[in-house]
């Protein structure tokens, strides 16, 4: 199998650890690097559990490049209320110390991209977190982005409400400018003329909920992997519950990663979209979906996904299990809704 080769650009967050769990159990992607971004967590701290994350899935090879630590322009609000004090849901795994996180997590995308380009590859990124680094990428070098395959940013909303704000969801309301700014230079640059950002927003992902019944079924067919997502996502639950009404945890950043493996996982629609940076809808993404600007479409929206299709493959990668196994069980844990591909619309 060719595998796509990709970045993940992430703050990880507990829902960021489970897309990476996924990626790495996953042949259809091979992962040049992780770069992390200050958000859920400081970047430092995001840096350490993306090693974590690694050495639990042996895959140290991988390298961690630590980058921006702060928002272009807005001062930085960390998601630590929802993520927890070590940004792992307080877990307090150690730290890993056999490999160290890496500096400079800017020049390494701009060099990968580069290098891609000149040699005629494409590299896919994947953002699960604020759009910092890809915004200095694109402020220091552009032309680096005719290496670029396809971008999946999970962020922002359409019509689903926010989750910072009536209409903010936190990675483009952390940073809305460098939001913005990324989303120009995929309505502007020649090199991206033609390419989309995938929005993975929360009228998509407000639709995965990992359940108490689900985590104990990932428990007993894969004890290892499921006891850590059990403990790294109570923290998670609580939160949830607290603020949302809901039992179990919404996992946004997993299926960005999933939908990136297979897309038929979602479906969405062409538009021109932009961020506010101001105001009381500071962070919002704002989405011509009718055309008033008459502006080049620089996104591809999501609004529909199946939350069953999605379970079956996180379940498949995490425990190995086959899908006859997992599939009549999910049904009957996910209930009758979880199969359509619906959106919150
Ligand atoms: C996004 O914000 C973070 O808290 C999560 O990791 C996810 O990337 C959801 O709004
Ligand atoms: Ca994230």
Redesign the pocket.
């Known amino acids: 199998m060719n595998a796509k080769k990709i970045i993940v650009d992430?703050?990880?967050?507990?829902?960021?650890a489970l897309?990476l769990m996924l990626l790495l159990r996953s042949p259809e992607v091979e992962i040049l690097g992780i770069t992390v971004v200050c958000?859920?967590a400081p970047t430092a701290i995001g840096a350490e559990n993306a090693l974590k994350i690694l050495s639990w899935m042996d895959r140290l090879d991988i390298p961690v490049y630590a980058g921006e630590e702060r928002p272009l322009v807005r001062d930085y609000v960390d998601?630590m209320d929802?993520?927890g004090q070590d940004g792992l849901g307080e877990s307090f795994y150690p730290p890993v110390t056999a490999v160290r996180p890496r500096e400079n997590a800017v020049d390494f995308l701009i060099e990968t991209l580069q290098n891609a380009k000149t040699n005629g590859e494409k590299i896919t990124i994947l953002t699960?977190?604020p759009l910092t680094n890809l915004a200095r990428v694109i402020e220091r070098c552009p032309e680096c982005l005719g290496g670029l395959d396809e971008c999946f940013s999970?962020?922002g909303c359409y019509q689903s409400h926010?989750?910072?704000s009536p209409v903010a969801?936190?990675?483009y309301?952390?940073d809305p400018h460098a939001a913005k700014n990324v989303f120009h230079a995929f309505a502007t640059l020649p090199c991206l003329s033609g390419k989309q950002i995938h929005m993975v927003g929360?009228d998509v992902?407000r639709r995965i909920v990992l359940t108490p019944n689900l985590t104990e079924y990932l428990c007993r067919l894969s004890p290892r992997t499921g006891e850590k997502i059990r403990t790294i996502t109570r923290f998670y639950n609580d939160f949830h519950w607290t603020q949302e009404g809901v039992v179990g945890c919404?996992i946004?950043?997993p299926l960005?990663a999933a939908y990136l493996i297979d897309r038929s996982l979602c479906s969405g629609f062409f538009a021109h979209t932009t961020v506010e940076t101001e105001g009381v809808c500071l962070g919002q993404s704002v989405v011509d979906a009718f055309g008033f600007w008459k502006a080049p479409a620089n996104s591809y929206v999501l609004t529909k996904t199946s939350p069953l299709r999605f379970m079956e493959m996180f379940f498949q990668r995490i425990t190995g299990a086959p899908a006859e196994t997992l599939t009549p069980m999910l049904r009957q844990l996910m209930g009758p809704d979880a199969e359509e591909m619906e959106g919150s619309l």
Do not use: F, R, S
């Not at 992430?10 to 960021?16: F, K, R, T, Y």
């Open positions: 992430c703050d990880p967050g507990i829902d960021d897309a958000g859920n998601a929802t993520h699960l977190g999970m962020g926010g989750n910072c969801e936190y990675n309301w952390c929360l992902t919404v946004n950043d960005a």
